[in-house]
């Protein structure tokens, strides 16, 4: 934007040249559905095209932190004046369609406002509604009325965080995405009666719902859910048609369930604990598969013929005795773990391995011979792979002593590409970190090392 210079449509002079108003209304309109309402409100000073353009946006983006940013104290004012700016020039612009409606504040109380502002949604039958407010006093969240539902039935996507909803009974037929966070007065029972009403939903999300117990999950239509659980609930999931899940829990007493489900592509679960022989059940179909931190992994066995990529966290310091690998078409395979505890991964018949990533997380305050010994074994463990990517805290963990080159042998024989990367600066000579890394991998072709702070931890 910095190009940007007012002007009343004469060429540019050499202060700087004006491209995006030699734009199309229809990508101007689409790049200022990205930003936030009041920067585009602001924009119309620029040019007399500009004056009336964010009129035709057809996403209103509203947001007490970006409004408060620009100097502007008084967000409600601020809406009020934008709702009302907006609705009195409909009447003079072509094509002012509304399709998305943004609302992101703290709430303090004024049901009455925020009500107002929902109609306005109503009045356009505004298709996408995103409502983030979140409550600054315990038992203070904004209670959605029922009638916003009864008069736009056609919603297709609905993003709620931080309301309340008492059982509303709704139908929304059109409705494709259904994200519901932080929601107050959502039970089993009107949970349920929800997702019946909605034929069409293909995607949800269910995020920090305390106060539902063991809601069940019954929906034909849905491909795709996340659901994070806290507390003790329990999930009962029936959902034929689901291709990706994702299952976080706060705490290990969560509980989930499954129907057979035969198309499911892509499963992630955090922090759950499960029997990891439920993960037979989607051999024939499973793409891509990530366990974070899951309790019942210490003798993992995955077997299948479709899986491409896995992914395996462990940051804790339960015991893992051994992970069996038999996927032909693997394509990456990503390994996060805290220390180099030795145990047997087994990686058979992937041929099809490209990559494998391999972060040690955590600071050691001394790198001895077992730590040497045990990333040997780790390492020697993935040696069918030719592409590794190693993340360690500090070069001096790949700093094999000469003593201990003597008596062992290198564990990756057939690796071809190294890239080593570590959270603290370099602090050994390259040729010591170079030399201890060509012992380890003598068939090297390429060799990398780079320190990168970020995607650590």
């Known amino acids: 934007m910095s190009n940007i210079r007012r002007n009343d449509g004469e060429e540019p002079g050499d202060e700087g040249i004006d491209l995006i108003s030699k734009l199309p209304d229809p990508i101007i309109h689409h790049i200022l559905s990205f930003i936030p309402t009041i920067d585009a409100v602001r924009m119309s000073v620029l040019a007399k095209r500009w004056r009336r353009m964010w009129y035709s946006v057809p996403t209103l983006n509203l947001s007490d932190k970006e409004i408060q940013r620009r100097n502007n104290p008084n967000c409600h004012n601020f809406i009020d004046k934008c709702l009302k700016w907006r609705d009195s020039n409909t009447r003079y612009i072509g094509d002012s369609s509304l399709t998305r409606f943004n609302l992101e504040m703290s709430y303090y109380g004024g049901k009455d406002r925020v009500d107002k502002w929902l109609k306005f949604v109503a009045k356009y039958n505004v298709p996408e509604l995103d409502l983030r407010l979140r409550p600054m006093y315990d038992g203070n969240a904004y209670s959605l009325p029922e009638s916003i539902f009864k008069i736009v039935e056609s919603f297709t996507l609905l993003k709620l965080d931080g309301l309340k909803m008492d059982g509303p009974r709704i139908c929304l037929r059109s409705l494709k995405l259904l994200s519901l966070k932080n929601i107050e ?89 499960f029997d990891h022989r439920w993960l037979e059940d989607f051999r024939l179909s499973l793409e891509s598969l990530k366990l974070n931190e899951c309790d019942g992994c210490e003798n993992l066995n995955i077997i299948s013929q479709r899986l491409k990529n896995f992914v395996f966290c462990k940051r804790t310091h339960q015991k893992i005795d051994s992970i069996t690998i038999d996927t032909p ?129």
């Open 329 to 457: 078409n693997l394509v990456s395979f990503s390994y996060t773990t805290r220390n180099v505890h030795p145990f047997e991964i087994s990686l058979k018949n992937t041929p099809n391995l490209l990559v494998c990533n391999v972060t040690i997380v955590g600071c050691q305050l001394k790198y001895d011979s077992n730590w040497y010994f045990g990333l040997i074994s780790l390492l020697s463990n993935l040696s069918c792979s030719k592409n590794i990517c190693l993340h360690v805290y500090s070069d001096e963990a790949l700093i094999f002593p000469t003593q201990l080159r003597r008596i062992c042998r290198p564990s990756l024989v057939s690796l071809e590409n190294l890239e080593v990367k570590t959270y603290r600066p370099l602090s050994k000579e390259p040729d010591l970190i170079r030399e201890a890394l060509y012992w380890l991998s003598p068939s090297l072709k390429s060799l990398s090392t780079e320190h990168q702070e970020r995607g650590f931890y």
């Open 185 to 273: 007065g959502l039970n089993d029972s009107s949970f349920e009666d929800l997702l019946a009403n909605c034929p069409s939903l293909k995607t949800l999300e269910l995020r920090r719902c305390n106060e539902l117990s063991s809601p069940r999950v019954s929906s034909p239509s849905l491909n795709s859910f996340e659901v994070e659980l806290s507390f003790n609930q329990t999930i009962k999931i029936e959902a034929a048609n689901l291709q990706f899940l994702l299952v976080q829990a706060s705490t290990r007493n969560c509980k989930i369930t499954l129907d057979p489900i035969m198309n499911l592509k892509r499963l992630s679960l955090i922090e759950l604990k």
